[in-house]
């Protein structure tokens, strides 16, 4: 099992579903650090690139949480790879504003920067969302937010394809000349997993190789008929769930309907929405998992597949007891489908920091409006059960109502007869009631701006 290492063909000598972070440093790539092996510090940032088409795609992934099995066939480029004679743009810029201290962190913000600019979605004003997956234990973070608002006026990428865009980084030095000869090499390499199903089926693999340090027998389902992108079809917009959380953030489709690159802003940090799938979320069954949570309030139907069976059943009904799902054995989740109009829809959010952490409590809403009557209304709560809660009572009472503060009272009372939280590190289960009580309320104060709602 090969792939391209920097500029050279290497061979995989090590378990596939162990971590690419361990597998680097003992070849004695030490530039890549490592610190919290959870990918949430970006210390051990990595550039992955992917042949999609004739032409290679590059994200900056943190290989603590990459499965050695994912760079197979594959152009991996550590710091070492990016360094030349002399420092890149990104490097001078870090050294010019004093952004580097003990300088532990130093290589992870130049990798992740490196990324956003080979990334073909580049647009300058989103620099910092590249290096929100970034910590500085020396808090030198004023600092690197100079050095990267400087080369988001100084590198200007926009617009440019694929070849225009490497040869502009080439020139100035940002990346190595080598880098224009990688999608003939991947071509010749040809190099392809093996399929099959038996094991530990992996996505992406951002919760497994959290909770263990190498999975034993891994199957990768993006070498199985899974599809990763998001299409629409008669009435629906359909998302396959090897999709990834950023993809998702950033569809042009589903951003046509309600505003979800900037809700999934709040949804932990851009390498991690890079590796972590829709169907690992989905599967995770994490009573706040936030996709899941987004998607319950928008009234979601996934696809269980077997072979050539498949059912189609309401992602409300999934969710069976803790951690407990209606998924048969050899079953896999496909794709998941909504309706594709127009809705008045909102997410809420309430975790111990904005960004980069897991809910207390979230939720959303969607509804259609009627002659100031709200229809087809879908409510839900993430936090407050064993499982990702569908407000089914709720959504039920608020059908067919015209909305006002009586009504919304009323929906309050009902929907704290349909939860059950727990006291736990994330707050009590009297804080979190009175989270849920708030979470409506903002949905209500979102969409009815106008409205006063009295307690």
């Known amino acids: 099992m090969k792939f391209i290492l920097n500029n050279k063909i290497e061979e995989i000598d090590a378990p596939l579903g162990s971590s690419t972070l361990d597998f680097l440093r003992k070849k004695g790539f030490t530039g890549v650090k490592e610190a919290c092996h959870e990918g949430e510090c970006g210390a051990c940032m990595i550039l992955l690139g992917e042949m999609k088409g004739s032409i290679v795609k590059y994200k900056a992934v943190t290989s603590c949480i990459l499965p050695l099995g994912e760079i197979i066939g594959k152009h991996v480029v550590t710091i070492e790879g990016i360094n030349q004679e002399k420092l890149t743009p990104i490097q001078e810029a870090i050294v010019e504003e004093g952004a580097s201290q003990c300088g532990f962190c130093t290589p992870g913000f130049v990798m992740s920067l490196t990324g956003f600019f080979l990334n073909e979605n580049f647009v300058k004003e989103d620099i910092l969302t590249a290096i929100e997956g970034n910590l500085c234990r020396c808090g030198t973070y004023a600092a690197i937010k100079r050095a ?5 006026e100084k590198i200007a990428v926009d617009n440019l394809n694929y070849s225009a865009r490497i040869n502009y980084l080439i020139e100035l030095g940002v990346i190595p000349d080598y880098f224009k000869d990688i999608p003939a090499k991947l071509e010749e390499l040809n190099e392809k997993l093996e399929t099959n199903d038996k094991g530990i089926k992996v996505a992406g693999a ?7 340090k190498e999975i034993g027998k891994p199957v990768f389902l993006n070498q199985m008929e899974i599809r ?17 959380m950023e993809d998702i953030r950033l569809s042009k489709k589903l951003n046509e309907l309600f505003d979800i690159k900037n809700d999934l802003t709040v949804v932990s940090a851009l390498p991690i929405r890079i590796r972590a799938t829709l169907g690992g979320n989905l599967v995770n069954a994490s009573p706040i998992g936030d996709l899941t949570i987004y998607f319950l309030g928008l009234g979601a139907e996934i696809s269980l597949r077997k072979g050539e069976k498949r059912r189609i059943i309401a992602l409300k009904d999934f969710y069976k007891g803790y951690k407990q799902m209606d998924l048969e054995e050899g079953e896999i989740v496909e794709w998941l489908r909504i309706k594709s109009i127009k809705r008045y829809f909102n997410f809420e959010k309430i975790a111990m920091r904005k960004y980069v952490d897991i809910a207390s409590v979230n939720s959303a809403i969607s509804f259609e409006k009627e002659e100031n009557k709200i229809k087809n209304v879908h409510l839900s709560i993430g936090g407050v059960a064993p499982v990702p809660k569908y407000l089914e009572k709720t959504s ?7 909305v006002n503060s009586e009504v919304v009272n009323q929906a309050l009372e009902i929907a704290d007869s349909e939860i059950s939280p727990i006291s736990d590190v994330r707050g009590s289960a009297k804080y979190k009631r009175l989270l849920v009580r708030q979470l409506i309320i903002a949905h209500f104060m979102a969409l009815f701006p106008k409205m006063e709602v009295k307690l």
């Open 148 to 152: 990267a608002e400087k080369l988001a």
């Open 228 to 244: 990763d992108d998001i299409w629409e079809e008669e009435e629906y917009i359909y998302i396959g769930a090897l999709a990834s």
């Open 206 to 212: 951002t919760d497994l190789l959290v909770q263990r």
């Open 396 to 402: 039920s009472f608020l059908n067919d109502k015209k």
